[in-house]
């Protein structure tokens, strides 16, 4: 019902500020819960940000908190995410994830983006 298309990845150097941006088109858009998941190569996907319907509660992971900002547009139906400080260990491909129960903002989503790579050199 949803689909999610992320861009503003690339090639960046370390303490970089890029922007992410995920655009939602489909049923409904602005009632779901959006969030930012990331996957780095050999490692599991991990839990980045999220945000709820009305952008008002935030929630994120320890090792990205006083860095990155998690926001959302719902007049444009798009969700940001600001990566500020950026470490080489930051690099992975990220993902941005939809989904209506608001019950648990760390799992269980719905509608996935195809993601976008984001490397961050020394």
């Known amino acids: 019902q949803v689909q999610l298309v992320e861009s503003g990845g690339g090639l960046v150097q370390a303490g970089g500020s890029p922007r992410l941006s995920c655009a939602a088109s489909?049923?409904?858009?602005?009632?779901?819960?959006m969030g930012w998941f990331r996957q780095a190569p050999g490692k599991e996907r991990e839990f980045v940000a999220a945000?709820?319907?009305?952008?008002?509660?935030?929630y994120y992971t320890d090792s990205v908190k006083g860095r990155f900002t998690i926001s959302r547009d719902n007049t444009k139906n798009t969700v940001y995410l600001q990566m500020n400080s950026l470490k080489p260990e930051d690099t992975a491909v990220y993902h941005c994830?939809?989904?209506?129960?608001?019950?648990?903002?760390?799992?269980?989503?719905?509608?996935w983006g195809q993601g976008t790579q984001v490397t961050v050199s020394s």
């Open positions: 489909g049923r409904y858009p602005r009632s779901y819960v």
């Open positions: 994830a939809a989904k209506y129960n608001t019950a648990n903002y760390y799992r269980a989503y719905d509608y």
């Open positions: 945000i709820n319907q009305s952008g008002g509660s935030t």
